[in-house]
């Protein structure tokens, strides 16, 4: 998991491409600017992935943002949210 949001610098805008271990079930892009997708992917990173991954693929902006929308499993959220108290503001 990031230190700060800010380290979070994936893409705002566009298609963001999973690699395969991400995206096992079989779908591996997904459009930022498509709420659906949008929610998908970050709650699939967000489950999923190691900090790597998240500080690639994930804007923190659009995580506070759109973080009432993202809905990840109960102990990720709370996490989350215990790591960066903005985002339980945000919801």
Request: proline share 4%; no cysteine.
């Given at each position: 998991m990031a230190g700060s949001l800010s380290?979070?610098?994936?893409p705002e805008h566009g298609v963001v491409v999973l690699p395969l271990e991400?995206?096992?079930?079989?779908?591996t892009e997904?459009?930022?600017?498509?709420?659906?997708?949008?929610?998908?992917?970050y709650k699939i990173v967000l489950e999923?992935?190691?900090?790597?991954?998240?500080r690639r693929l994930i804007n923190g902006r659009l995580l506070v943002e759109?973080?009432?929308?993202?809905?990840?499993?109960?102990?990720?959220?709370?996490?989350?949210?215990r790591r960066f108290p903005q985002l339980?503001?945000?919801?």
């Open positions: 380290e979070l610098q994936g991400l995206a096992w079930g079989g779908r997904f459009d930022l600017d498509e709420d659906y997708d949008r929610s998908a992917v999923e992935g190691g900090a790597e991954h998240q759109h973080w009432d929308e993202i809905l990840p499993a109960r102990p990720v959220r709370a996490l989350w949210e339980r503001h945000a919801a």
